[in-house]
Nanobody, 117 residues
Framework: QVQLVESGGGLVQAGGSLRLSCAAS????????MGWFRQAPGKEREFVAA????????YYAGSVKGRFTISRDNAKNTVYLQMNILNAEDTAVYYC??????????WGQGTQVTVSS
């Protein structure tokens, strides 16, 4: 079992930056691939980014590639999402997830990101 707690969301102006953090409990963090997803009002949840267990491989949705960076610190049981050049379309609740083989079994409660134009 992995418990995930996101933080770092907030209100930011278009063009600005935010860094989200997701702290994981337990001793199995390094065994899990980690991902970030988001859900905007009235829309389905969508994939944003993922990172492999070692951090050696990263994956991004086309809409955020080049603007967002996912990273992890296995010593701190934490995964990050650095978000730059934010725009109104990035407004959503952002969720952290843990899993393997492209299946995410554990989810955080989410953190709100609001980008004002």
């Amino acid at each position: 079992q992995v418990q995930l707690v996101e933080s770092g969301g907030g209100l930011v102006q278009a063009g600005g930056s935010l860094r989200l953090s997701c702290a994981a409990s337990g001793r199995t963090f390094s065994r899990h691939d980690m991902g970030w997803f988001r859900q905007a009002p009235g829309k389905e949840r969508e994939f944003v980014a993922a990172i492999s267990r070692s951090g050696g491989s990263t994956y991004y949705a086309g809409s955020v590639k080049g603007r967002f960076t996912i990273s992890r610190d296995n010593a701190k049981n934490t995964v990050y999402l650095q978000m730059n050049i934010l725009n109104a379309e990035d407004t959503a609740v952002y969720y952290c997830a843990a899993g393997s083989s492209q299946t995410f079994d554990f989810w955080g409660q989410g953190t709100q990101v609001t980008v004002s134009s």
